[in-house]
Structure formats: structure tokens, C-alpha cells
């Protein structure tokens, strides 16, 4: 069997994740990226899970950048708006 593939991403709290493709699962997360490579070497993938993959009962979708999440408009007030006074 290969070694498994991760790809890492910024997390919320600044630091790094590392994702494995294989499974789907976050192997680690650390302060820095470059802390994410021993356990890496030590992640080991959960084979029902691999196979649930395989079956198509968990799908795989890549993960949207943390810029996805962010929110760039101002949110409107939810509920009728005001009647505008006439003077």
C-alpha cells in the first residue's frame, strides 16, 4: 500500500492542518506548517473508513480555503423595514 498524500491549509487559529487524501481525516495539526511532517510519518488510515469511501457512503469534496467562510457584505436586517415618517 502507498503512503498516503496530505495537503495542508491555514486553520481558524492561525496554524496549519494537515488532511490526508486517502482518508479524509485531519492527521495533524500544528503552530507552524513545518511541525506537521512527524506526525504525518505516524498517521495510519482507518481501513472501514477507506473502504466507506470506496462504497461511495462518504463523499469526497476538497476543503474551501478559509476565505470561502468569510463574510465580505454587510448582513442586512432580517424583518420589515421601517416607515419612513412623513413631515
Request: hydrophobic share 35%; charged share 20%.
Amino acid at each position: 500500500m502507498s503512503s498516503p498524500v496530505f495537503t495542508h491549509q491555514k486553520n481558524a487559529n492561525g496554524g496549519f492542518d494537515s488532511l490526508c487524501a486517502s482518508c479524509l481525516e485531519i492527521a495533524a495539526s500544528a503552530p507552524r506548517e513545518e511541525q506537521l511532517s512527524t506526525s504525518e510519518l505516524m498517521h495510519a488510515c482507518d481501513p472501514i473508513r477507506l473502504y466507506q469511501i470506496s462504497q461511495g457512503w462518504i463523499r469526497t469534496c476538497h476543503i474551501a480555503p478559509l476565505e470561502f467562510f468569510s463574510i465580505k457584505q454587510k448582513a442586512e436586517p432580517i424583518g420589515p423595514r421601517p416607515i419612513a415618517s412623513r413631515s
